[in-house]
Every structure is written in structure tokens, then in C-alpha cells.
């Protein structure tokens, strides 16, 4: 049960409506041992070719490896959770280089134990959750619409490496 209530709390905090109720938000998370108020870095990864592997019980059981494999590398400050086939780490205050580092050791990593291949998103230096959270899955769609593994929001290709590769995949025109 700890696991789900854990997860529960990281999914209304990060992504759901939990900073309505900032009081009663801080009071779970203090609860659970976390402290809201702590700048957080958020990243998002996901498996390159997915569904290639959700597709099957052994292709499953690979990706729950994997995302274990992921969540222990990112160490015992970090907190992750997983979301729509997508693991959220959120990291605290790490530097950008602190943060493309993490995500090169841990991409680096899933492939050579794995053979799976992952994407990652990095956010900005957002203060709210909610912010960081967008920014890192903007950055995480840019990266995957580009091929490339890792990509910042911050970046200053982030989001025209995206919008360049949809155009050229879906024959249009940038103005």
C-alpha cells in the first residue's frame, strides 16, 4: 500500500489539482516524509518504441525491469513516478549539467542492461511543479518528435528541432 499511496500523492501533486489545496497538499507530503517547498528539477523519459513493447507480457515484464533499473539510478533523493508509460523523476535542486548527466547515466544504462532505448525531457528551472512538469514533457515530445535522447527545455533547438521534424514528417511548411 505505501508504493500507491506514495504515487497517488506524486500524481496529484505534479500533475493533478493538489496545489488547489496547498495546506492539505503540504500536510500529505509531510505525512509521507517529502517537503513541497524544496526546489525540485523535473524530468520525463519514456521508451523510445513503446508500444513495441507494452504489446507483449514479456515486453512488459522488460519495461518494469527497466523502470526499476531507472528509478534506482536515480538515487535515493529523487522521486519518481510512472504516468502513462512515461517515469516523472523529480530531482532536487539540480544543476542543468547536474541533470543531462543523470539522464545520460540513466539512458546509458537501460540500453546496455536492456537493449531499450529511452527518451528523456528535461525541465527548466520553474518553480512551480506544474510549470516544470509541461516544460519537461515539451521537452520530452521535442526530443522524441527529433530523434534525439535527451533534450532540455531550455534548449534553444528544443522546441524548433520538434516543430521542424512534425513539419518535414507531416509535409509542411514553416513560416
Same mark, same amino acid.
Given at each position: 500500500m505505501g508504493q500507491r499511496v506514495l504515487n /497517488?500523492?506524486?500524481e496529484d501533486w505534479v500533475l493533478g489539482s493538489g496545489l488547489l489545496q496547498?495546506?492539505?497538499l503540504e500536510e500529505r507530503g509531510f505525512a509521507l516524509g517529502i517537503d513541497i517547498s524544496v526546489p525540485r528539477r523535473v524530468m520525463v523519459s519514456g521508451v523510445r518504441n513503446f508500444q513495441e513493447y507494452a504489446?507483449?507480457? *514479456?515486453g512488459q515484464k522488460l519495461l518494469e525491469q527497466a523502470e526499476g533499473e531507472a528509478a534506482s539510478l536515480a538515487g535515493a533523493g529523487c522521486l519518481v513516478f510512472r504516468n502513462a508509460g512515461r517515469q516523472i523523476f523529480?530531482?532536487?535542486g539540480a544543476s542543468d549539467r547536474h541533470m543531462e548527466q543523470l539522464a545520460g547515466r540513466i539512458r546509458s544504462c537501460v540500453k546496455k542492461k536492456f537493449g531499450i532505448g529511452l527518451v528523456m525531457g528535461i525541465g527548466g528551472r520553474a518553480r512551480d511543479i506544474h510549470v516544470a512538469y509541461g516544460q519537461a514533457n515539451k521537452a520530452w /515530445? *521535442?526530443? *522524441?518528435m527529433s530523434k534525439?535522447?535527451?533534450m532540455t527545455?531550455? *534548449?534553444?533547438?528544443a522546441l524548433a528541432d520538434g516543430l521542424k521534424t512534425l513539419a518535414a514528417d507531416e509535409n509542411v511548411m514553416l513560416v
Open positions: /497517488r500523492f506524486l496547498p495546506r492539505i504489446s507483449t507480457a *514479456s523529480l530531482v532536487q /515530445r *521535442s526530443a *522524441s534525439r535522447d535527451v527545455y531550455d *534548449s534553444k533547438d
